[in-house]
T-cell receptor
Framework: NAGVMQNPRHLVRRRGQEARLRCSPVKGHSHVYWYRQLPEEGLKFMVY????????ESGMPKERFSAEFPKEGPSILRIQQVVRGDSAAYFCASSTLQGKETQYFGPGTRLLVL | GNSVTQMEGPVTLSEEAFLTINCTYTATGYPSLFWYVQYPGEGLQLLLK?????DKGSNKGFEATYRKETTSFHLEKGSVQVSDSAVYFC????????FGKGTKLTVNP
């Protein structure tokens, strides 16, 4: 069974460009979560999605960040007009159910903004 | 709100030493509790979990017991190996995962 897949693993962008991060959940998982990890820190929740729906985006910055999980295809985290402070590792996780269920993590995308 | 506090690192041990990483939590309900491990340059891997009070999670020689009375979920291992060097995250889950800041463990030969 394939685990959570994320691509690209590393992404370099210049300030003002767009970053697009992709996440394919474990087969059969319909719940997807995005987290951000700043250097030397823990993971911070950003957004929780089910197919075609955003359930909780309380951790997402109000501007420049958006997420989707379409009926077909991977979940996408999109960062417009990136700034240096967006440099971080972005992790996707998936689960079968919401709430207390175990979340399985992907390898992450490490974004560097020059 | 819900939060997790774990002991700050870094922790440096010699091979075969005993390991304890403390973790306490604050939650408005009855969460599931997790320990995740992150090796350099990689994502998080589930190490163990417990879903209710007095449950003991165990894996690869690591153990942690869900203590409701002390709101704790301390991670222990009797004899660490060099390959255990990593960052360890304690987390709770109600509606979403809430992580501690992580504890970096280095095991020297």
């Amino acid at each position: 069974n394939a685990g959570v897949m994320q691509n690209p693993r590393h992404l370099v962008r210049r300030r003002g460009q767009e970053a697009r991060l992709r996440c394919s959940p474990v087969k059969g998982h319909s719940h997807v979560y995005w987290y951000r990890q700043l250097p030397e820190e823990g993971l911070k929740f950003m957004v929780y999605l089910q197919k075609e729906n955003i359930i909780d985006e309380s951790g997402m910055p109000k501007e420049r960040f958006s997420a989707e999980f379409p009926k077909e295809g991977p979940s996408i985290l999109r960062i417009q007009q990136v700034v240096r402070g967006d440099s971080a590792a972005y992790f996707c996780a998936s689960s079968t159910l919401q709430g207390k269920e175990t979340q399985y993590f992907g390898p992450g995308t490490r974004l560097l903004v020059l | 709100g819900n939060s997790v506090t774990q002991m700050e690192g870094p922790v440096t041990l010699s091979e075969e030493a005993f390991l304890t990483i403390n973790c306490t939590y604050t939650a408005t309900g009855y969460p599931s509790l997790f320990w995740y491990v992150q090796y350099p340059g990689e994502g998080l891997q589930l190490l163990l979990k417990a879903t209710k009070a007095d449950d003991k999670g165990s894996n690869k020689g690591f153990e942690a017991t869900y203590r409701k009375e002390t709101t704790s979920f301390h991670l222990e291992k009797g004899s660490v190996q060099v390959s255990d060097s990593a960052v360890y995250f304690c987390a709770l889950s109600l509606e979403k995962l809430v992580f501690g800041k992580g504890t970096k463990l280095t095991v020297n030969p």
